[in-house]
């Protein structure tokens, strides 16, 4: 199990980067072509409700990003350390609250774009798992 481990100051420029090392390392990994803007998007999406949250809270920890090659699959877990509360959103996300309903937004998205998704959060932060599956390499015969 290969496994690529990014962390970025929580600033919008950075989200990019993520995108681009996200979608190559996912490439290598056996992630069909035609699912690779879906990674990007998917990855923009996480990474930039991740920056958000830091921004909001006024945390300066870095933002997370492990890319994770496994035997059949790959996945990408981006952590923010925002604390949350037990409805997963950030505390003082209230109804009416515009940069609630667009962390919900973002998680809607996400999961439109990934089949297999998974979100995780609490007091010490929170964690967006996406997985796809990969194909292995084909080996020419001799």
């Avoid at 952590?79 to 959103?89: I, K, L, R, V, Y």
């Avoid at 959060?121 to 967006?128: K, Q």
């Amino acid at each position: 199990m290969a496994t690529v481990e990014l962390r970025f100051s929580a600033l919008p420029e950075h989200v990019r980067t993520a995108r681009l090392v996200a979608a190559a390392v996912a490439r290598r990994a056996g992630v069909d072509e035609a699912v690779l803007d879906e990674v990007r998007l998917a990855v923009g999406e996480a990474c930039t409700r991740a920056v958000g949250l830091h921004q909001n809270g006024g945390i300066s920890a870095p933002v997370k990003v492990s890319l994770i090659e496994e035997e059949k699959q790959f996945s990408i877990e981006v952590g923010d350390e925002a604390p949350h509360t037990a409805g997963g959103s950030a505390p003082g996300a209230a109804g009416d609250d515009p940069e609630a309903e667009e962390d919900e937004m973002g998680l809607a998205v996400i999961s439109g774009l990934v089949d297999d998704v998974e979100v995780k959060a609490g007091a010490d932060g929170g964690l967006i798992r996406m997985t796809w599956p990969t194909t292995p390499p084909i080996v020419p015969l001799a």
